[in-house]
């Protein structure tokens, strides 16, 4: 219904309108049926990119300069639930988490590089490419904090935890994540060189 109505509208304005209503509507009807919030609206851009891309691409780009608002008010419900007294006491849950999140991306991006034959430099490389976290982590752990809320004051302590080790290593990780990225990067040699460096390259040979 999404994908029809996009052929008849030409202003940005009003696909912009389009786009945030059939995200609204997901969202309403997965809470009415009691899917998820997130795998619903993943499955609408899933089914729209992959249905008349070179139509509907261009609405991905109309929808992310209304993104930042969102996710400024996103991550503000997330530290407004964040407590601060349960950090110390989860700072080995916090430890484990961070390394076996980062040990099972790092392996199975090895592997999976391996199994699929891809470039030596994606084998070595692309697990420190894999170290941020932010969006889905967290919109799973509140997703969590919800239905664990069901089950009383022990569901909701327990939710509780899943946000805070969430969103404290989420911030560490945003920390390591991006030099990381960049390390692989380079070291893949994928980071092209600006004009000067280019030019002090072709001198030198």
């Given at each position: 219904m999404l994908d029809?109505s996009?052929?008849?509208?030409?202003?940005?304005?009003?696909?912009?309108v389009v786009n945030v209503?059939a995200?609204?509507l997901?969202?309403?009807?997965?809470?009415?049926?009691?899917?998820s919030?997130i795998?619903?609206?993943m499955?609408?851009?899933l089914?729209?990119t992959n249905m008349h891309?070179?139509?509907?691409e261009?609405?991905?780009?109309?929808?992310?300069?209304?993104?930042p608002?969102?996710?400024i008010?996103?991550?503000?419900?997330v530290?407004?639930r964040?407590?601060?007294g349960?950090?110390?006491?989860m700072g080995m849950?916090?430890?484990?988490?961070?390394?076996?999140r980062?040990?099972?991306?790092?392996i199975g991006a090895y592997f999976g590089?391996r199994?699929?034959?891809a470039?030596k430099?994606?084998?070595?490389?692309?697990?420190?490419a894999?170290?941020?976290?932010?969006?889905?982590?967290?919109?799973?752990?509140?997703?969590?904090?919800q239905?664990?809320s069901?089950?009383?004051?022990?569901g909701?302590?327990?939710g509780?935890?899943v946000i805070n080790?969430?969103?404290a290593?989420?911030l560490?990780v945003q920390?390591?994540g991006?030099?990381s990225?960049?390390?692989?990067i380079?070291?893949?040699g994928?980071i092209?060189?600006n004009?000067?460096?280019a030019?002090?390259?072709?001198?030198s040979?």
């Amino acid at each position: 219904m999404l994908d029809y109505s996009l052929r008849f509208i030409k202003l940005k304005d009003d696909k912009l309108v389009v786009n945030v209503g059939a995200i609204m509507l997901a969202s309403g009807l997965a809470v009415y049926f009691d899917f998820s919030l997130i795998l619903t609206n993943m499955a609408l851009g899933l089914i729209l990119t992959n249905m008349h891309t070179d139509r509907n691409e261009p609405n991905f780009d109309i929808v992310k300069a209304f993104v930042p608002p969102i996710y400024i008010l996103f991550f503000l419900f997330v530290g407004a639930r964040l407590q601060l007294g349960l950090l110390p006491k989860m700072g080995m849950i916090g430890l484990l988490y961070v390394v076996g999140r980062t040990a099972g991306k790092w392996i199975g991006a090895y592997f999976g590089a391996r199994v699929s034959a891809a470039d030596k430099n994606v084998q070595k490389y692309l697990g420190f490419a894999l170290f941020s976290q932010a969006g889905v982590a967290i919109g799973l752990a509140l997703d969590i904090y919800q239905h664990f809320s069901q089950f009383g004051a022990e569901g909701a302590m327990l939710g509780h935890t899943v946000i805070n080790v969430i969103a404290a290593t989420t911030l560490l990780v945003q920390i390591i994540g991006p030099p990381s990225v960049k390390y692989a990067i380079g070291k893949a040699g994928e980071i092209p060189l600006n004009s000067n460096e280019a030019a002090n390259t072709g001198e030198s040979s």
